[in-house]
Structure formats: structure tokens, C-alpha cells
């Protein structure tokens, strides 16, 4: 199995709709096994300007992060297809063991 964790801004959009509903319409769409999407508290990315969405007088939107899991095969094909449609974001993939 293969976790894979997509890293954006939350005030990303793609056709009209924030980034993370349309992530996690396209995996669901897609048939993954499971995804959750995370707000983060604070964060930085490549721009190295640090965001503090919950600060007072912050107008910084949250950092997002969207994992999700599945079969070896099927998180590539879905991450090479989501790449064709989605520009923006960082994404890591990782083995992982599943215990039921």
C-alpha cells in the first residue's frame, strides 16, 4: 500500500471550486480507498513566508495537506492523472502497512 499527501494553499481553486473539494472529488471519483483532508494551524512552503491563518489580523488562508491511501498501482495512476488536472501543490508518497 502507498499513502500519498498533497500539500496546498487552501485558497486554490480549479474550475470554480476550492482545491479541496475538488481533490477529494476526484479521488472519490477516482475510487481510492480512503482520504482525509487536514487544515493546518501554521505553515511555509517554497515562497518561504510562514502563515498563521489563526493569528489576530491575519488575512493568510491555511495550509492544506489531503492524504489518502490505496494499492501501490492505483495511488500512481491516480497521482499521474491528478497531476495532468492540478499544477499547484507539493505531494510525497510513502509505503505504508495496513493493519486491520
Do not use: C
Request: no cysteine.
Amino acid at each position: 500500500m502507498l499513502q500519498a499527501q498533497i500539500y496546498f494553499d487552501k485558497d486554490k481553486y480549479k474550475d470554480d471550486k476550492p482545491m479541496t473539494d475538488y481533490i477529494m472529488e476526484f479521488l472519490l471519483d477516482q475510487r481510492i480507498a480512503g482520504a482525509t483532508a487536514f487544515r493546518g494551524d501554521v505553515g511555509f512552503g517554497e515562497h518561504q513566508h510562514i502563515k498563521r491563518p489563526g493569528q489576530l489580523f491575519s488575512f493568510d488562508e491555511p495550509p492544506m495537506v489531503i492524504v489518502f491511501i490505496d494499492e501501490d498501482e492505483k495511488v500512481r495512476k491516480v497521482l499521474t492523472n491528478l497531476r495532468k488536472k492540478v499544477k499547484t501543490g507539493f505531494i510525497i508518497v510513502s509505503p505504508v502497512e495496513v493493519w486491520k
